[in-house]
């Protein structure tokens, strides 16, 4: 197998040619769809209309590059077979909720919306349980209430609780929501049950809001699977779900497939919208949806045996699919841990289209370590070779690399494979433009690993300093990066690193854990050198405190410490003209020294 090195020149000149040629389409395009988003919107004034769309409306192929199936009975058989023979092994993700790491606040419109935008691509809003305005700021408790705080006041202005249709249930700990610029209107993401038939279905939700006394629930549209996560750009909303299918449903296998639709009126995807693998391994869907602003259907793609774990960039999706094969080394009963990545791309009428596969050799931590830049896709993943199918890893054998593949046709480009210790793989990684980190310690003695990917051909490496522990995610922050941390499972410590990797300084809370996995329960405000984070305290009978740092004087600083009466997962905060504000269920300001 040709090295990196060698099969960097070609393909980096069709990149650049393709770079060139994507931009001229780019910039045309753009010009041309400003004008009728333009145009839509101002004829939209409601987030969503009175009577909702029971209909999905596809806008077409515009540039299909992968085979779909031919037939919902062809995807029937193909479900068949593995709910009722299923493989002898598979492997797939699990499931996550959660695609990015914080952003920075940006100043939103006076009475309007303050956006928090997506710190790994620009153009996203992400939604998430706290939305907030100059004057008004709304929470989704955990059973499903969304309330609306005077933030002058810290006061309840306002409440309504969602309740599920028919004879559904909510659940799980996922949802989010989405706020109008104006206020007006809110949209809803949470996960639906139907006892009846043990499947779940991402519920849609709209809400009027522009009254906080009155809030009600203007429409609920249904889409198949769990709900995963979600990003709204240019006016229109990017919804994932996963499909996990129990084997021993006792349903047809039609009832099975994916579906949108409204409450007793869900109908399958056509085929032609549906993505078989050569090879399924899981009864499982990646369903990818888009929605307009006003809450209309506009595409959607299920990609059969697909696991919900997705990266989103400015053009495209990247759904993946981690699975065991057959090692091609010595030895029997050996496997290799893989991951095949399709690439979804999109553009401004919601129009969705599979463009390009490939298969990365190891397994994708989280959405964090995949980075579309230049027209170059980047991943990080953990190599890794299992001496059975149930999991059990060959002693030394894990390692991580970096592969670097054209956006467009996935096509490998560069690689530094096996840059960790044996035994180590990717436990948090961040891309910002040419450069490139990654975490690997399994103990407080390796370092953070920093790459510039600015000559493909020679890509270099800095191993920075030592860490004090291993990083949870990686995050930029007021002039360098900081990494959250976790050692031993007995603290949570803030470690700010330079561009070089370098960690200069860091504090450590004694005697903590559980800091939470969503990065959405994080508050960074990198510009003011302010993070916070909740987690819980070992020695005050296991109860639960949001922390408040901030960065002074070459040093963190504690500025707060408030008691919580909802999980880590659940709290949220912010911090404007002196005081902290958090969010628990209810809404509490303190005066910030």
């Known amino acids: 197998m040709k090295t990196y090195k ?73 479900l068949s077979s593995l709910l009722k023979d299923p493989p002898d092994q598979y492997w797939t993700n699990t499931p996550g909720s959660e695609e990015d790491r914080p952003g920075f606040e940006e100043t939103g419109p006076e009475g309007g919306r303050i956006r928090l935008e997506d710190a790994q691509a620009e153009g ?11 004057k008004t700021a709304f929470y989704l408790t955990s059973d499903l209430r969304l309330q609306a705080y005077s933030v002058a006041t810290a006061s309840l202005i306002g409440q309504i609780a969602i309740e599920p249709e028919g004879g559904y249930t909510f659940r799980g700990n996922v949802r989010e929501m989405y706020l109008r610029d104006d206020l007006s209107a809110a949209l809803v993401f949470t996960t639906a049950y ?4 043990r499947l779940t279905y991402t519920a849609v939700i709209g809400v009027e809001t522009k009254d906080p006394a009155t809030m009600s629930v203007t429409g609920v549209q249904y889409i198949s699977g769990d709900y995963i996560s979600s990003r709204m750009a240019d006016g229109k909303f990017l919804v994932v779900s996963e ?36 090879e399924a391994r899981a009864p499982l869907f990646t369903v990818v949806t888009t929605l307009s602003e006003e809450g209309e259907f506009l595409d959607t793609r299920a990609l059969f045996s697909f696991s919900g ?16 094969a057959p090692s091609d080394g010595e030895g029997e009963n050996l496997f290799t841990a893989a991951t095949d990545v399709v690439r979804i791309a999109y553009n401004g009428t919601g129009n969705l289209a ?61 690689a530094a494979e096996h840059f960790a210790p044996a035994g180590e793989g ?45 990083s949870l995610f990686l995050t930029k922050f007021s002039g360098g990066f900081i990494g959250l941390e976790n050692e031993n499972g007995s603290s949570v410590g803030i470690t700010f690193y330079d561009d070089s990797a370098n960690p200069l300084f860091s504090v450590k809370e004694e005697y903590v854990t559980g800091a939470p ?15 916070g984070f909740a987690a819980t305290d070992l020695r005050e009978s296991a109860k639960n405190f949001y922390y408040l740092f901030s960065l002074k004087d070459a040093s963190f600083q504690r500025l707060a410490r408030v008691a919580l009466s909802c999980s880590p997962e659940n709290a949220r905060a912010f911090a404007e003209n002196g005081m902290l504000y958090v969010f628990d269920g209810s809404l509490t300001a303190y005066l910030l020294p």
């Open 309 to 324: 774990d997705l990266y989103v960039s400015e053009t495209a999706l990247y759904a993946t699919c981690a699975y065991l």
């Open 6 to 78: 060698e099969r960097t020149e070609d393909i980096l000149a069709k990149a650049k040619e393709q770079k060139r040629a994507r931009a001229s389409r780019n910039k045309k395009l753009a010009a041309g769809l400003s004008c009728s988003l333009a145009a839509v919107l101002v004829l939209n004034l409601a987030l969503f209309l009175p009577r909702w769309n029971d209909r999905l409306t596809f806008g077409g192929n515009f540039g299909d590059k992968l085979a779909t199936a031919e037939s919902l009975q062809e995807v029937e058989e193909r």
């Open 194 to 197: 139907d006892p009846a038939t």
């Open 517 to 531: 996995a969503s990065d959405r329960a994080y508050f960074i405000e990198g510009a003011r050198g302010l993070f």
């Open 243 to 278: 499909l996990a299918l129990p084997y021993d449903s006792g349903l047809p296998e039609e009832a099975l497939l994916p579906k949108t639709g409204v409450f007793g009126n869900m109908k399958p995807l056509p085929a032609s919208r549906i993505f078989l693998p050569e």
């Open 124 to 134: 996203f809003t992400r939604g998430d349980l706290l939305v907030r305005g100059n």
């Open 426 to 470: 990717v436990r948090a990684a961040r891309f910002e433009g040419d450069a490139a980190y990654a975490c690997t310690a399994a103990d407080l003695s390796r370092p953070l690993f920093a790459f510039d990917l600015s000559d493909l051909p020679a890509i270099s490496c800095n191993t920075g300093g030592t860490p004090p522990a291993y």
């Open 354 to 414: 599979l463009t390009a596969k490939t298969t990365v050799g190891g397994l994708i931590a989280d959405p964090l370590s995949m980075d579309e830049y230049g027209g170059m896709l980047r991943v990080f993943a953990t190599t890794r070779t299992l001496s059975d199918p149930n999991g059990d890893a060959a002693e030394g054998d894990a390692n991580a690399s970096l592969f670097v593949y054209d956006a467009d046709t996935l096509a490998e480009i560069a």
